[in-house]
Structure formats: C-alpha cells, structure tokens
C-alpha cells in the first residue's frame, strides 16, 4: 500500500541547531513530494514541493529538501532554526492526479 | 485574496446525528479534496472532486458519508448517523488542477458527543 514514513514523530532543538527531519514514501512510479507545515493554531501550508527537475528543492523560510529516487526519500532541512520554526511538519506525495498521502508528522520543539 | 474557507470552525454533535460541513474553495480552483485528521495523525484522504464529479471517494469509510459539489465551487460533507468515532478535524483542499499544489482551509473541528 502506499505510505509515508515520517521517523521523528517529535524533535526537540535549541536555536539555532541544524535540523534534518526524514521521510519515506512507498511508491514505485513518479511522484510529486511535498512538505506542509502548520503552526501553532494555524492551517496547513505549503513550505515546498518536488515535481521535477533539480532534486534540490527550496522552500520558504529557508527550508530545503532532496528528493533522493533510489532511497526513495525526501528528508526536510534547515541550517539553522529559529524558535519561530516550532510546528508540525508533514511530508505527502501524490501520483498524477491523485489525492495527497500524508505521514503521520513530527512535531518541532524549539526553545530559545 | 482568500483562501480556503470552511463552516463551521467547531460542530458538537449527538451520536446518530445528522451533520454537514462546508467548504469554499478558492475561486477558480477545478479541484477539490476532502481529508480528515484525527489526533496524531496526518491528513487522511476522503474524497476527491474534479469540478462537480467526484473522482476518486474511494477514502470514504463507508455509506454514511457523501459528499457533493453541485455546481462545481462550493462543496459539502454530509454525515449521517454521526458516531464517536467520526470526531476529528475535517479539512478541504482545492488546487487549480489536479496536477497542482493544494491549498488546504482551516478545518472544521467534528466532536461527536
């Protein structure tokens, strides 16, 4: 069945800190990835997406993310965090003309 | 420009109820998604509109949930015999095709008493 596997469920960083949150997707064919955000009381946004071209994708707020075909994964990285950061991330892929498929989201800490 | 709207934000309804939520996408918007998220989780998908068909509802759980979209803008969810087990925040999605990013509202809130 097709899934997203998200392995933090919840990350705990001081400002500042690196971060990397991982993400697996099981799919065999051609997918779109993306990774939402949401914030504390707010709706789910957009922080970016892959449909194709340069792995290498960057997303607002100084987010990136690497599509890696063969691990198929899209881990989520920022250099630095700020305490601003804290929220729940999702990582989703869709195939052509389907609906999202989300993991299960991990839960962002950041103290100051 | 608004976004996604939905209505109610917050519904506390009896078990067995009757129940029906809306959903405002963004003008222009062709597609149409409905999910639900319980606690812990991600997104679940629903059911899935390309103007006013649905096409894929292939998420809902079972017959007591419909959804329709009559004139190919505003979509609703209609529960019937509403249960415990339906409480969770249902949310909307439109995106301008459905090979294109989607845009999600803010959830109604569905807590079955």
């Known amino acids: 069945a097709q899934s997203v596997s998200q392995h933090n469920h919840h990350v705990i960083l001081s400002e500042a800190a690196s971060l990397e949150l991982g993400c697996n997707y099981s799919?065999?064919?051609?997918?779109?990835l993306f990774w939402y955000v949401q914030y504390p009381g707010q709706h789910l946004q957009l922080l970016l997406k892959y449909f194709s071209g340069d792995p290498l994708v960057k997303g607002i707020k100084g987010f990136e993310a690497e599509f890696i075909k063969s691990k198929f994964s899209f881990n989520l990285r920022k250099p630095s965090v700020q305490w601003s950061d804290t929220a729940e991330y999702f990582c989703a892929f869709s195939t052509a003309g389907t609906a999202l498929i989300f993991g299960k989201g991990t839960t962002l800490s950041v103290s100051s | 420009g608004a976004g996604v709207s939905q209505t109610p934000s917050n519904k506390v309804t009896e078990k067995g109820k009757y129940v029906e939520l809306r959903c405002d996408p963004i003008?222009?918007?062709?597609?149409l998604y409905w999910y639900r998220q319980s606690l812990g989780q991600g997104p679940e998908f629903l059911i899935y509109?390309?103007?006013?068909?649905?096409?894929?509802d292939s998420g809902l759980p079972n017959d007591r949930f419909f959804a329709v979209r009559p004139e190919g803008s505003v979509s609703t969810l209609k529960i019937q015999r509403t249960e415990r087990g339906d409480s969770a925040v249902y949310l909307c999605?439109?995106?301008?095709?459905?090979?294109?990013?989607?845009?999600f509202g803010p959830g109604t809130r569905l807590t079955v008493t």
């Open positions: 799919y065999g064919g051609t997918v779109n």
């Open positions: 509109f390309q103007g006013t068909g649905a096409a894929d």
């Open positions: 003008s222009g918007h062709t597609a």
């Open positions: 999605a439109s995106s301008l095709t459905d090979q294109s990013e989607q845009y």
